[in-house]
């Protein structure tokens, strides 16, 4: 790469470590999405390239060192992330406390998300598996919870394997659905810890339970979470919508292309999005496989499913 005119943007050591990344990994990325040159001289970062150029891979560096400065690791998703939001002038992601430290966006999609649960009562997050739908939802509530903000976080999503007919089931309700939750409890678990968990479930501030259980009720004052949404039917996504009370705030989560209803025809969800998108107090997040944050092969096998996909299409 030629040389051009050269800044050098001061940074502490820890900040030149994460911005250079392991083997130069993370100044190779910076580099090649703004064709510049970052050189280590000592004491902070050089940059080479023309005024633009420059002025974009500085951004880059000040928030990567921003993150450091906040004792939160660099990875080469929050470097990507750093770069889509130089070139799209957009802020900083958004994070959330957790118990094994700042919960933060990993993908331009997902600093989007955050964005919009914080600046509307309802929010709807669409993609495939590991895109951090329900994670985020998850953390955005408790957050909420732990500010005082809501007095109830509450999560209910359709007990399909079960055919809602959980009264046949052995045990008390906790005992009947917690098979079925499974996944929420181990993402509250990693943001609240089990402690937490466990006294504020046993004080009422946490719920988590099948949309059938939903029927009936105003849920005021709380933040609800409705996951797995594609499996809802239409009847029970106007349903849990209309549960809406004072003070409240709903995010609805889900993968319409994964529906497992008998009629997959009848799924809430996609039904729900098309005649509300565009609709004051609404926002649609769409995620799709580059935001998936799980092992890299994950998002590689996705999109292979995709593409099978939309080549059996008629």
């Given at each position: 790469?030629?040389?051009?005119p050269?800044?050098?943007l001061?940074l502490?050591?820890a900040?030149?470590r994460a911005?250079?990344?392991?083997?130069?990994?993370?100044?190779?990325?910076?580099?090649d999405?703004f064709?510049?040159?970052?050189?280590?001289?000592?004491?902070?970062?050089?940059?080479?390239?023309?005024a633009?150029?420059?002025?974009?891979?500085?951004?880059?560096?000040?928030?990567?060192a921003?993150r450091?400065?906040s004792?939160l690791?660099?990875s080469?998703a929050?470097?990507?992330v750093?770069?889509?939001?130089?070139?799209?002038?957009?802020?900083a992601?958004a994070?959330?406390?957790a118990?094994?430290?700042?919960?933060?966006a990993?993908t331009?999609?997902?600093?989007?998300?955050?964005?919009?649960?914080?600046?509307h009562?309802l929010?709807?997050g669409?993609?495939?598996a590991g895109t951090?739908k329900?994670?985020?939802?998850?953390?955005?509530g408790?957050?909420l919870?732990?500010?005082?903000?809501?007095e109830r976080?509450?999560?209910?999503r359709?007990?399909v394997?079960?055919?809602?007919?959980l009264?046949f089931?052995?045990?008390?309700?906790n005992?009947?659905?917690d098979?079925?939750?499974?996944?929420?409890?181990e993402?509250?678990?990693?943001?609240?810890?089990?402690?937490?968990l466990?006294?504020?479930r046993?004080?009422?501030?946490?719920e988590?339970?099948?949309?059938?259980f939903?029927r009936g009720r105003?849920l005021?004052?709380?933040?609800?979470i409705v996951?797995e949404?594609q499996?809802?039917?239409?009847?029970?996504?106007?349903?849990?919508?209309?549960r809406l009370?004072?003070?409240?705030?709903?995010?609805v989560?889900?993968d319409?292309s994964?529906v497992?209803?008998?009629?997959p025809n009848?799924s809430g969800?996609a039904h729900?999005?098309s005649i509300?998108e565009?609709?004051?107090?609404?926002?649609i997040?769409?995620?799709t496989?580059?935001?998936?944050?799980?092992h890299?092969?994950?998002?590689r096998?996705?999109?292979?499913?995709?593409?099978?996909?939309?080549k059996?299409?008629p």
């Amino acid at each position: 790469m030629s040389r051009g005119p050269s800044e050098f943007l001061p940074l502490a050591d820890a900040a030149v470590r994460a911005v250079a990344g392991p083997g130069g990994r993370h100044a190779a990325l910076i580099e090649d999405a703004f064709h510049v040159l970052m050189e280590t001289p000592g004491g902070g970062v050089s940059l080479n390239g023309d005024a633009g150029a420059r002025r974009g891979a500085k951004q880059v560096n000040e928030s990567l060192a921003a993150r450091v400065a906040s004792r939160l690791e660099v990875s080469p998703a929050d470097v990507r992330v750093a770069i889509d939001q130089a070139r799209t002038g957009a802020g900083a992601p958004a994070a959330h406390g957790a118990r094994r430290g700042s919960v933060a966006a990993k993908t331009a999609a997902q600093a989007w998300y955050l964005d919009a649960l914080s600046n509307h009562d309802l929010v709807f997050g669409l993609g495939p598996a590991g895109t951090g739908k329900t994670f985020l939802a998850v953390a955005h509530g408790a957050a909420l919870l732990r500010a005082g903000e809501v007095e109830r976080l509450v999560v209910t999503r359709p007990a399909v394997e079960a055919g809602e007919r959980l009264g046949f089931l052995p045990g008390d309700l906790n005992e009947k659905v917690d098979p079925y939750m499974a996944p929420v409890w181990e993402a509250m678990t990693n943001i609240l810890g089990a402690e937490a968990l466990r006294r504020r479930r046993e004080r009422g501030e946490i719920e988590v339970a099948p949309i059938a259980f939903m029927r009936g009720r105003t849920l005021s004052h709380a933040f609800v979470i409705v996951d797995e949404a594609q499996n809802t039917s239409r009847l029970q996504m106007k349903m849990v919508l209309t549960r809406l009370g004072e003070g409240s705030r709903m995010a609805v989560t889900g993968d319409p292309s994964q529906v497992d209803l008998i009629n997959p025809n009848d799924s809430g969800l996609a039904h729900a999005v098309s005649i509300l998108e565009g609709v004051e107090g609404v926002a649609i997040a769409r995620f799709t496989g580059v935001d998936i944050v799980r092992h890299p092969l994950v998002g590689r096998i996705v999109t292979a499913y995709d593409a099978d996909t939309a080549k059996r299409r008629p």
